[in-house]
């Protein structure tokens, strides 16, 4: 088993929907978690981090992590078709690791207008 | 402010032919990555260097190597090339081994015949 476990999709949308994107692991010293966004023929770039237990907004983007469930979600409101990419999720524990961030496989989700 | 820069971003090699992937930073970072991304599997790390000076096997090693010319280049080279590593590499760097957010180049993608 993977540390990491992501669904790879797609996830289809509309334009407008509410979107879930979700994680889960089994290292419980992760306590860094992100989520990286890449969009077609690019590299991943970070969109939100959060800091152990607890949510985080960003305009219409909030990150959860339920540490107890070993599980992290991604929601987007008001989904746009630029938001059309592949989101990763990917943790770190408190020192860090030598070996960097510890990524899932990526969800490519697609709004549709 | 280029951030990584990756080059070729695009190179065909026949079956048994070396080359090597230059990866630069100008961020002043520590920690630098090799990753190939193939479609279904995600990020899987090749190599990595968690600090100028030392490098280290990360999860799929096996067919490279690397050199961490100086604290801005990291190179990885395939001595010869086989179908297998026909895949989209990205070169990544970190402030350090604890920092939560990754920079990544634009990615090489290559093409083994």
């Known amino acids: 088993q993977k540390e990491v476990e992501q669904d790879p999709g797609p996830l289809s949308v509309p334009e407008g929907a509410i979107v879930s994107l979700n994680c889960t692991y089994s290292n419980s010293a992760f306590q860094y978690f992100m989520w990286y966004r890449q969009y077609s023929r690019k590299g991943p770039e970070l969109l939100m981090y959060?800091?152990?237990?607890g949510n985080k907004e960003d305009g219409r983007f909030t990150a959860q992590v339920d540490k107890s469930s070993k599980y992290i979600s991604l929601f987007i409101r008001d989904s746009q078709p630029s938001d059309s990419a592949t989101y990763l999720c990917a943790m770190l524990t408190a020192g860090g690791g030598a070996d960097g961030l510890t990524f899932g496989k990526g969800t490519h989700l697609i709004i549709q207008p | 402010n280029a951030g990584v820069t990756q080059t070729p971003k695009f190179q065909v090699l026949k079956t048994g032919q070396s080359m090597t992937l230059q990866c630069a930073q100008d961020?002043?970072?520590?920690?630098m990555y090799w990753y190939r991304q193939d479609p279904g599997m995600g990020l899987r790390l090749i190599y990595y260097?968690?600090?100028?000076?030392?490098?280290d096997k990360g999860e799929v090693p096996n067919g490279y190597n690397v050199s961490r010319l100086n604290k801005r280049e990291f190179s990885l080279r395939l001595e010869s090339a086989a179908p297998s590593q026909t895949s989209v590499y990205f070169c990544a760097s970190k402030l350090g081994t604890a920092a939560t957010e990754a920079f990544f180049g634009q990615g090489t993608r290559l093409t083994v015949v």
């Open positions: 260097s968690a600090s100028e000076g030392t490098t």
């Open positions: 961020m002043n970072h520590n920690s």
């Open positions: 959060t800091y152990s237990s």
